[in-house]
């Protein structure tokens, strides 16, 4: 179903959900166009072998000037595309340049010293900080962390402090919480958290409704889940709706995804003047003239007049401007979520066609959309094309074509990829490392996957990577279901080198020493001495029979 192309009132239906979505990311697109050139600068710094320091030095050096704004944003984006490392060493030069944090900078910082050093660096850096700097933000990034970590008892403490602290005013620490139950199998205890929000007068946003209708979806209440949205449909989102239609499919519900989509145009009515200025400003921002007037001409035909001067003032502005790459992008993820790969194409087409070279932002946004679409040949025509045009190699692409390949179980494909980025650039090339290293597990190749940790392990500078939670969880499951202790022990070895073992990694240790039928002596002693909280999962199993059988089979031999 092709959304932008039907009638008037569902057209502009459509137009009134994004108005929210959209505008803010248009904004910020709009506020980080000035740290491009510095953001270029250090984006490419794989290829060119140079620090963050030795790159903004060099910056300044040439008569440039850096404002705090220019590099907050630069740690924001190299922090969405994984450059945690990178990220952290531009906090450390502007602290170095004693440029001062904002608690919401020591949030960041926090969140990227977790990312890059672990749970317990993150909470060294907490506990350092000054009582000014502990405030909602950065009690809200070390719940985050503990929440990722499933820490549950800690986020739980941590959760009484902050509200003892009047720190619990918004959804997002709810939000935390809720994750955390997801990510542990508990979706039953997402809808008590629901209702203590509503109790204490805390607004639910869209990802508290998602959060809320994948728990009853997990529970397989899908009549729960269709109240849950009776209750949002007054703000209605395409997630929302989307999430609804993924819900549905995973049900086996075949019948009903598009009426969900189909709810979310009908709940846009009536119309706004808000959404017709959204739908100029898109077409303004693809330079389609032509859809500007027939937008144009049908506001006045819904209002009957156009004498507001805000709507000339829009109109005036969208005949002026010139095309944006965001709305392109923008334009390319809406129909890959809708699963419509022919106005990817006519959007990527259009895309090309309006800009004298494509740069490496919008190749990466038409990949990741091939990609989520399974369109393999596609992809592999797009990265060719990128790969023979670039002027400035980035890895990020390389992942996305790696991932894609591995999906699909090509791996000689994705093995040329990988071969070629290593020929081309100076990485890094931790995460393209594990998508093998999962790929080799999951294909019960072992010695692969153990080939490219000690690569990644070899290749790590200045703490800047430790295997994902995820990837070190795939590792110790395959040592579970072959008995494997020795195999395990050796890579919880190279985990405590990270500072990355967890609850969890323990808990999955313990399962294969159990499987095995072998001892694991002084456990309680080893969970002590690496600072593990030992959760009531991790308690239940050391107080299993089998563990306490072979607990007191030592004893006995000692």
Not at 61 to 88: D, M, P, W
Not at 255 to 262: D, F, I, Q, V
Request: hydrophobic share 40%; charged share 25%.
């Amino acid at each position: 179903m092709n959304l932008w192309r039907m009638n008037a009132s569902r057209r502009i239906g459509l137009g009134g959900w994004v108005v929210r979505h959209l505008s803010t990311g248009m904004e910020l697109a709009k506020n980080q166009r000035k740290p491009e050139k510095l953001y270029q600068r250090l984006s490419a710094m794989g290829a060119t072998g140079e620090s963050v320091a030795e790159t903004l030095n060099g910056y300044i050096s040439e008569g440039n000037s850096v404002k705090k704004i220019t590099l907050g944003t630069c740690v924001k984006s190299l922090r969405k595309y994984h450059r945690f490392q990178h990220a952290i060493e531009v906090m450390e030069w502007m602290e170095l340049r004693r440029i001062m944090y904002s608690s919401v900078d020591h949030a960041l910082r926090l969140d990227l010293i977790y990312k890059t050093k672990g749970i317990s660096a993150a909470e060294d850096y907490f506990n350092g900080l000054p009582p000014v700097a502990k405030d909602p933000s950065t009690y809200g990034a070390l719940l985050n962390c503990y929440c990722k970590e499933s820490m549950e008892e800690k986020a739980l403490s941590l959760f009484k402090m902050m509200d003892e602290l009047n720190f619990v005013s918004s959804d997002l620490v709810f939000n935390n919480l809720m994750s955390l139950y997801m990510r542990m199998n508990q979706p039953e205890k997402v809808p008590p958290l629901v209702e203590e929000m509503k109790q204490r007068n805390i607004p639910l946003g869209a990802f508290t409704y998602n959060l809320w209708m994948n728990s009853y979806a997990s529970l397989n209440d899908i009549e729960e889940v269709e109240r849950v949205l009776s209750e949002d449909e007054n703000n209605p989102n395409l997630t929302t709706y989307s999430n609804l239609a993924a819900i549905y499919v995973n049900g086996g519900l075949f019948e009903k995804p598009e009426s969900a989509l189909k709810k979310l145009e009908e709940a846009m009515k009536p119309p706004k003047h808000e959404a017709y200025h959204f739908l100029i400003g898109l077409y303004a921002g693809t330079n389609n003239s032509g859809e500007i007037n027939w937008v144009m001409n049908s506001l006045k035909s819904v209002f009957g007049t156009t004498n507001n001067m805000s709507n000339l003032l829009v109109m005036l502005q969208a005949l002026r401007k010139p095309p944006k790459r965001e709305t392109y992008h923008f334009l390319i993820n809406f129909y890959a979520v809708t699963n419509n790969l022919g106005e990817v194409n006519r959007v990527w087409n259009s895309l090309k066609s309006a800009f004298q070279t494509t740069n490496n932002m919008s190749y990466l946004v038409m990949l990741q959309a091939l990609r989520k679409l399974k369109d393999v040949d596609g992809l592999t025509n797009c990265y060719k094309e990128w790969e023979s045009s670039c002027s400035s190699y980035d890895v990020s692409l390389a992942n996305v074509a790696i991932s894609a390949y591995l999906s699909q179980d090509m791996y000689k494909e994705a093995a040329l990829i990988f071969d070629d980025a290593i020929k081309r650039c100076k990485g890094p090339f931790f995460l393209a490392r594990e998508m093998f290293m999962v790929y080799f597990l999951k294909t019960r190749q072992v010695d692969w996957a153990l080939s490219h940790l000690k690569a990644a392990v070899s290749e790590v500078e200045d703490d800047e990577w430790r295997p994902a939670p995820e990837t070190a969880t795939a590792f110790l499951e395959y040592f579970e279901g072959e008995k494997d202790v020795d195999g395990a022990e050796e890579f919880c070895r190279v985990l405590k080198t990270f500072n990355c073992l967890t609850s969890n990694i323990y808990h999955l240790l313990l399962k294969t020493y159990i499987g095995a039928g072998e001892l694991a002596p002084e456990m309680r002693q080893r969970l002590k001495e690496d600072h593990i909280e030992i959760s009531v999962v991790l308690e239940n199993l050391l107080e299993s029979p089998n563990f306490s059988l072979l607990e007191r089979s030592v004893d006995q031999m000692g």
